[in-house]
Structures are given as structure tokens and as C-alpha cells.
């Protein structure tokens, strides 16, 4: 400090550190000046000058004093002699005044003249011998050297440990450590690790005064302070010699720590250290593995964000993992690498261990994520090509568990499983059969992805097992051969498929009892149908047409009536013999029914190439049943029978006239969506908020504005609201739904009342689809506006 002496007053140190007294002070004495002192101390800590380091220190070492002369005063009787106790007491207060003093002589603190006033009054009734005065002298040159040499800091930690060991004794140290109270026992645990650190606490004295034991007992109904420097002072005694160590190595001890991992950031630090450290004892290891929570705490401190605890964690969780039950707790906890580390590398009977607990186990996507992650899938795999029959099942079972999470599949894909599981459905061995259906549960997951189509084969084979399999097994295979072929890039599979007769090997399953089997069969139908084209009619026949339509009608399903509508959708539009059979089945009315139904309250997840996989059952329904109604209307103005026909034997009731198709119309034999009662339902599905039925819903309505019925159409549609739905839905839907929607206004506008009725609101879609709409579209936009007289039909504006 430039500019200032550090230079004291010596008379002042003389006075606060003279180490004897001629009359000794009396136990009230001391006690009288000790609560004055902490009066005065509190007051004095209030300075931010407090947060100078060599202040701190000084303060500190002074309440260190203050407190061992508190449990001095609260139990006399415990001092083996306590006139010399008393003496100490007093001179290490006295020093630890002089150093407060003289680390804040060059500074002007608040309480520091309450201070110097009750060392004084100290000094009036307890005079220093003459006796120390060789040691107070050389207390004084060692201050004024230090000056010369060294910073404050430095000057007083030094006199601080030196005056720490002769605090007090060890025997009162052992006293206090087991009968102190909260206060006393604080104190004995700063003069215990003092003598610890200066080595005075001996392996003899530890376990003489039973140390050890004193202080587990004292772990367990201390305060979190207590606690703390507890176990601070155990990790220094074992750090002495394994002895001591294996003194902790009791399970109640074990047992105490560990409860310590539960309580705050510090204590649980210090907990796991010096359990780590007791792990070198192979009786530890064995104990605290089976101590209830442990394993779980330990993971848990593992992964927090504390990287000594997390260290020391690891360390002990590692030696924990020499035990199979010990890595397998720390699985179920969610700490894999044991685990997996045994699948690579552990005994045949370990392998089946760790896969066996795998299956068992119920795992969230983030823990099979973590599984897959640390290394599992390989060993698993190897465990299924090489091993014995249980190690199959094992590992069989446990990827069964990981493979519904999508990055194990890929995983499991470049494991190289599949032909080893194709080998093993192909298998008629007895003692395989066990295996055959998680196999292929496995396979189907597998299935889901694109690297499938990398070996049209595969297909080829799961397709050739359906009928050598159980229904469980059939199941899963229809499944995976669904997940393939589904794909769009799987056209080349689809046609291999279609070569080989695929359609009429799936026609039995068709009248399966098993719904799940049979929903299989119609959804891989559907899928392989898109590719039959004209060949359709004649592989599926007319039984299994009509056991197509009995299911829309009687299915329960909303899936299985949407996969029938969509198969019946892929019926070529002109094929005679399809319309005929339809017909015969009464389709009309089943459609809509479907059209009418309400929309049944369980969503259900459906792949499906035209509805981008994912899609609601019951409107796919009615999708299915527009697109089909629509390809049944077109058919209708050839069937329908002329008013001026000669060849009605009976002259039709005048019911049956349709004004639309100016003719005699029936829903069985002309298939006319008028008498059928279809057109309500079709314009509801406009005015409803899902989208995906629009196009087939377009398509049927659009049969109704053929050229030579067209305005008759208009008013059909006009009479049950379904210009509106048209132009509203014109602004939303797809490409292909707005250009349908255009091609059916146009020929509504036509018509100069619906023009003059319904041009306004149409209009302003029709504007904001010129300007932002599809490009390919505004031809016909600019039409339909021309013809509205809202633009010229051939703008340059186009």
C-alpha cells in the first residue's frame, strides 16, 4: 500500500498477544467477554471493506477462536485441565484480535473501536505473563519481516495454521466430535482437520478413540453443515491408509453416504468422492451395489451438470458394472454402456442376460434412441446369426424392443439381418419355429424402409412364404410386403409382382375370418391395382367384385370400406363386364350410404399412396365412394331409357322420369345419382372443413353437366346449394380441384340468372387465382372471367 506504513503499533500487539496471565480468568470472565465479542464482530463483518482477502482471513480465524471458546464456556467439564484451557482460550484470542487489528490498520471500518475497546477491557482482567515474552517478541519480528517480504495474505494464513494446532488437545477433539453439540461439534471438525493436516491425528488415535464410528453416527443427525465437513474430514482419513479405509467399508456406513447423494450440490460432491474412493475395497464394491437407490442416484449424478461429481460418479459406476446385476440396475436407470459392453464382450450366459432384460424392459423413444447409440444393435444381431437357440430368442426379443424406433431400423439394416431372418421364416426346422414371429414382426419394421427397394427379391420371397406360414406370421408379412410396395419408387417391384400372379395368390385371403389379415390382403390389392389396369376386372372376377361390394356395405371398418372403394376406383371406366357386375351387386345405394354416414369419431393411421400416407379413414371413405359414384354417373346416360322408347312393355310410373337425364332413370339399372339420392351428400362433403374427398366429389357432379344434359345439371346442383360449396372450394383445394371447379362454373355461367346470382362472390377467388394461382391455370381463369364480363377473354394481362 504506497504511501502507508505496515508498520503497527508494537505496544498494540504486545497487549493482544501476550499468551499467559498471572490471575487466570475465570470460566464467567470468559464467557462475559465472548458475547461481547460476537456482539462486536457481527457489527464489524458489516464493512464491505469485509471482502479484502486479508481482512476476510484475519475475521475468519478470529471466529474460529470466538466458537471453541463458546463450547470452552457451554462445557467445562469435558476440559481434561481447564485452567490451561482457559489460557489458551484466552491467547489465541488475544492473537487473533492483534491480526484483525493489524490487517485492518491502514483502513477505517465500522465496530474496529469497539474493537480495540474490548481488548481492552480484556487486558484489565486477565494481565499476559512476562513468561511468553519471547514468544510475543518473536510473534513481533515475524510480523515486521513478513512486511519485508511478503503481502498480508500470505502473513496471515501462516500464523493462522500455527496457532490452529494448539487449539486444543485430541482428547478434547474426540470428546467434542461425540458428545458436542451442533455448535461444539462444528468446532471440533475445523480443529480435526487442522490435525490432519499438520499429521497429529494418528492411525492409533482414529481408532482408539473410535473415530470413525463417532463420526457415521454424527453423519446422520447433524446439520447440512456438519454433514458437509464430516464427510470432507472422512475422505481425509482415508486418504491416511487402507485401514481406515476399511474401517467405512460397514454397510450402515455405505449405507449413510449414500443417503448423502440425495441431499444438496456439495454434500452429494463429497459423498460420491469418498465412496469412489472406498471402492478399491472389493467388499464395497459388492455392498454398495445392492443398497436401495444407489445405482439410480449415481446415474443420475452421472449425467447432471457437476463435472467432479459427474467424474467421480462414472468412476464408481464403473467399478460397480464388474457385477452382471449391478449393470443391469444401471440399465433400468438408464445408464446402457455396461450393458452393451457385456453383449460385446461378456460370457454366452451374459449375452442372453443383457438381451433378455432389454426385452423386458419398457423403453421410451429417447432410451432406445440412447440403447441404439451406445453400440447394441451389433452385438444383438451377431448374438442371432452365431448363437445357440435361447441366444436367438434373446437377441430376437430385445430387437423386437428397439426396432420401433425409425434410427435402430437403419441400424439393424446395415447389421446385414435381412437374409438371416428370410433364411430363418424359410426354415422348417421344429426347434426355429419359436423364432418365426418375432422374425417377422422385425421384418415388418424393417420393411418401412426406403432401403428395401434396393432388392426387389425381398419382396418376391416374403410374398412366396404368405401361404407356409401361420396367421400371426401372415400377418406381419402382408404388413411388411404393404410398407414396400406402398412406395412410390417401388413401381418396378409392383410389376415383377404382377408377373408372378400375385393378385389371384391374394384373392383367398378376401373371405379370411381374421379382419387384420384380410384388411392386409385388400390394402396389398389396392396397392398392386394401380399397375393392372385393363387386366383388373378379369383377375379379380366376379365373386371376389362382389365380395368387394358386400364389404362396403357390411364392414365395420372405415379402413376396410375405404381400401374397397379404392380398389373399385382403379376399375377401368368403360370395361362392360365390370359396370354389369356392379350393377348386379346393387352398388349404388351402398356408395351412398358410405356418402351419408356420419364421421366416425377414431381417426385411424392408413398409408396410402393417393392421400400422401397419412389420411382419415372415414373420409377416405368417402373419397373412394365419389370416384366411384363418378365412374358409375358417366355410365348412366347410355343405360338411362328414352321417354319415347317403344320397348317398355309397362309404361315406367312418372316417378321415375329424371328431369336431368330426360329419361327413365332406376339406381339399380342405370346407376343415376339423381333417384340414387347421392347429390345432397356430395355437395355436403363441400361444405364440410376436410378437403381430401373435393376431386372425387367434382368428378361425380361433373357427370351431371355432360353436354346434352348440362343446363338440366346446372339446376340439380343450383336446387341443393352447390354453387357455393363449388366456388369456396375453388379457393382452397388442389391444382387439379380449382381446374375442376372452373370447368363446372363455367358451364353454371352459362346460365345468366346463376351469372347474375352467384358472378360476385366467384369473382373474387377468380381474381386472386389469376394473380397468385398455379401459372397453367390462368387461361382458363381469364375465360371464366371474360365470361363474367370482368375482363376482356383475350387480355394481354395472361
Known sequence: MEGKSLVVDVSDIDEASSSGTKDNLTFTELSDSTCKLSEVLDEFKKNKIMETSPIRTAVESLENDLQRAKVLVASPRYASSPNKRIEEITENLGRSIGL?????????????????????EMMSCAQ???????????????????????DNEDEIVELEKEKDVSCCNVEDVAMQLKCGDDEQLKVALSVLKTLIMNNMA??????????????????????????????????????LNDGIKSTMAEVEYLSALVKSLTRDEDEQREAVGLLSTLSDISAVRRRIGRIQG????????????????????????SALSSNTQNALHMAEAGYFKPLVKYLTEGSDMSKILMATAISRMELRDQTRASIGEDGAIPPLVKMFKEGKLEAKLSSLSALRNLTTLKENIQRLIKSGIVPSLLQLLFSVTSVLMTLREPASIILARIAKSDDMLVNHEIALQMFSLLNLSSPVIQLHLLEALNSILSHTRASRIRRKMKE???????????????????????RLIYTLSSELSDELTEQLGETHLLTIVNVLSSSTSDNEKAIASGILCNLPVNDKKATDILKKANLLPVLVSIMTCKQSNTTTRLSFQLIENIADGSIIAK????????????????????????????????????EVHNGYCFVKSTLCLIKAGAVKPLIQILEGDEREADEGVFEALSTLLQDEIWENGCGCVEKFSGIEGVIKVMGKGSKKTQEKAVWILERVFRVEDYKVKYGESAQVVLIDLAQNGDPELKPIVAKLLGQLELLQVQSSYF
Open 500 to 522: 408372378n400372379g400375385s393378385i389371384q395368390l391374394l384373392l383367398p385371403f378376401l373371405t379370411q375370418t381374421d379382419p387384420n389379415i384380410r384388411i392386409g390382403a385388400f
Open 623 to 658: 373419397s373412394r365412394a365419389a370416384v366411384s359414384l363418378a365412374q358409375l354417373s358417366k355410365n348412366c346416360l347410355n343405360l338411362r331409357k328414352s321417354r319415347k322408347s317403344n320397348w317398355l312393355c309397362v309404361p315406367p310410373s312418372t316417378e321415375a322420369f329424371c
Open 294 to 317: 444407489c445405482i439410480v442416484m449415481l446415474v443420475a449424478i452421472f449425467n447432471g451438470e457437476d463435472q467432479i461429481a459427474s467424474h467421480d460418479a462414472g468412476k464408481l459406476l
Open 100 to 120: 484483525v487489528l493489524f490487517a485492518s490498520h491502514d483502513v477505517s471500518m465500522d465496530g474496529k473501536e469497539k474493537l480495540e475497546a474490548l481488548r481492552r
Open 202 to 239: 494418528t492411525s492409533e488415535w482414529v481408532e482408539a478413540e473410535n473415530v470413525i464410528p463417532i463420526m457415521f453416527t454424527r453423519l446422520s443427525s447433524t446439520n447440512p453443515i456438519n454433514r458437509l465437513n464430516i464427510i470432507r474430514n472422512l475422505r481425509s482419513l482415508a486418504a
Open 128 to 150: 499476559f505473563s512476562a513468561a511468553s515474552s519471547d514468544s510475543k517478541s518473536d510473534f513481533i519480528d515475524e510480523i515486521e519481516t513478513e512486511n519485508k517480504e511478503s
